[in-house]
């Protein structure tokens, strides 16, 4: 989550990535989770992070918001160095996890007032969005609840509020729809889509390839702690020899899940 960048400083930034990433790796224990990874994220991209259970995605998310210190590796942010920078990076990311850990004896109104006295968001700022996103979400009524009464997927929009609210440049969502119901999850995606039409970026790592291949303009599959391929639809098509498949059969070409697909035939085939 990040207080909102200035008009001007985005716009002298339009060209430099939001997202640049050299040689990130990160063990634990002897083990590799992520392994010398690089990607790149444009202002004005939605970017699907994809991957089997175990691939390296939530360990690669959690250091690109600043929660894990890679062993190895460069992160950039808006141009500035997670390293040396951290503060700033922060306060240019807005970070959505899947599970949404909240003061649970704070009402919603003042979980959002307290993370937003933490990037400083001036008052009117905050009147604005919180009233806005509040409203979309039909959350409204349960503003002065304590955030214990709200269920999974209510919590969930409150912590997407508390990231857009800020009007961040980056915004780097774990599962975004987890609980989620489908009015919820179609307003999401249409918040994702007016973000990078203004400019900003979402780095978004999903299992659902429903949703990866709707909203993503661009895709990296991890594998291993390893980038297996990224591009667009089309390169990926074209990189596992699928022209004209959908992002599931790619995506399981690519990751070499001959096993699953002979499952699939099998079961069709009954």
């Known amino acids: 989550m990040t207080t909102s960048a200035k008009p001007q400083e985005q716009q002298q930034h339009s060209n430099i990535p939001h997202i640049a990433v050299t040689g990130l790796s990160k063990e634990f224990g002897g083990y590799l989770a992520v392994n010398n990874i690089d990607l790149s994220v444009d202002p004005g991209e939605i970017f699907g992070f994809l991957g089997p259970n175990g691939a390296g995605k939530t360990t690669t998310i959690k250091m690109l918001a600043g929660l894990l210190r890679p062993d190895q590796g460069r992160i950039l942010i808006n141009n500035h160095d997670m390293a040396s920078e951290p503060i700033i990076c922060k306060q240019q ?43 979309i979400f039909d959350l409204n009524d349960w503003r002065h609840h304590l955030v214990e009464s709200y269920s999974h997927g209510m919590k969930q929009k409150l912590i997407i509020t508390s990231a857009f609210m800020l009007e961040p440049p980056l915004i780097i969502v774990d599962e975004p729809m987890v609980g989620l119901d489908p009015k919820s999850a179609r307003i999401v995606k249409e918040i994702f889509k007016k973000h990078a039409a203004k400019g900003g970026s979402v780095f978004l790592s999903t299992h659902s390839l429903e949703i990866a291949e709707e909203l993503c303009d661009k895709i990296a599959i991890i594998q291993q702690g390893k980038i297996r391929a990224t591009g667009n639809l089309t390169s990926l098509r074209h990189e596992a020899k699928l022209e004209g498949s959908g992002l599931e059969e790619i995506f399981l070409e690519l990751t070499g899940a001959h096993e699953l697909q002979a499952i699939i035939s099998a079961l069709r085939s009954q």
């Open 93 to 135: 990311t807005g970070y959505i996890p899947d599970r949404p850990y909240l003061y649970e004896k704070l009402t919603g109104q003042e979980f959002l007032q307290f993370i937003a006295s933490l990037y400083h968001l001036p008052a009117d700022i905050f009147e604005r969005n919180v009233d806005h996103y509040l409203k």
